[in-house]
């Protein structure tokens, strides 16, 4: 059974580059697609992007100018980092095995936006 | 973007009733590429139905999932006590990928 854990800072200032990495186990990274789902009190839940194996991506156009995803198939995790973030950007992050819908999730990890 | 619209907001039934979720779509969804979470909290979403009506693994039989087009409904036949969450729908028929903003099942 596929098991996803996000980790990263739970806090991060305004206009600091959000960083988070996601570690599949019990599995292989390849050759699935991977996402990064975010859920905020005032947006609920918002697709961020996602990832193929081989490097690909598509990102969500409200972020796109703000977000990267990336991979690293030796270690089995992915990445996403989100530069520039206001308050808004608080929420849990989620990490998630993409197949168009979401099957298997991390279990989320909070992230502050604040000085 | 595809702007899923749930309702109603909040359901408040007994164990043992039948529930109905709605999820409208702005536009028609394509091939009916449709999913349904339930969320406790605490927790990430489970999923509960893609493609509009196939169960995923391990989902009992009394979710049912139906709809096409901008129509879609999930329903709970027979509410069992840990069936009392948030239920969220989810297109995949066109990018971006877009969630409705959810309906809660309460205990009455």
């Known amino acids: 059974q596929v098991q996803l854990q996000e980790s990263g800072p739970g806090l991060v200032k305004p206009s600091d580059t959000l960083s988070l990495t996601c570690t599949v186990s019990?599995?292989?990274?390849?050759?699935?697609?991977w996402s990064w789902i975010r859920q905020s009190p005032g947006k609920g839940l918002e697709w961020i992007g996602y990832i193929y194996y081989g490097g690909s991506t598509n990102y969500n156009p409200s972020l796109k100018s703000r977000v990267s995803i990336s991979v690293d198939t030796s270690k089995n995790q992915f990445s996403l980092k989100l530069n520039s973030v206001t308050a808004a950007d608080t929420a849990v992050y989620y990490c998630?095995?993409?197949?168009?819908?979401?099957?298997?999730w991390g279990p989320g990890t909070l992230v502050t936006v604040s000085s | 973007e595809i702007v899923l619209t749930q309702s109603p907001g909040t359901l408040s039934l007994f164990p043992g009733e039948r529930a109905i979720l709605s999820c409208r779509a702005s536009?028609?969804?394509?091939?009916?590429?449709l999913a349904w979470y339930q969320q406790k909290p605490g927790q990430p979403p489970r999923l509960l139905i893609y493609g509009a009506s196939s169960r995923a693994t391990d989902i009992p039989d009394r979710f049912s999932g139906s709809g096409s087009g901008t129509d879609f409904t999930l329903t709970i036949s027979r509410l069992e006590p840990e069936d009392f969450a948030v239920y969220y729908c989810q297109q995949y028929g066109d990018s971006p990928r877009t969630f409705g903003q959810g309906t809660k099942v309460e205990i009455q």
């Open positions: 019990g599995g292989s990274i390849s050759p699935y697609y």
């Open positions: 536009q028609s969804v394509s091939s009916s590429y």
């Open positions: 998630a095995r993409y197949q168009q819908y979401f099957q298997h």
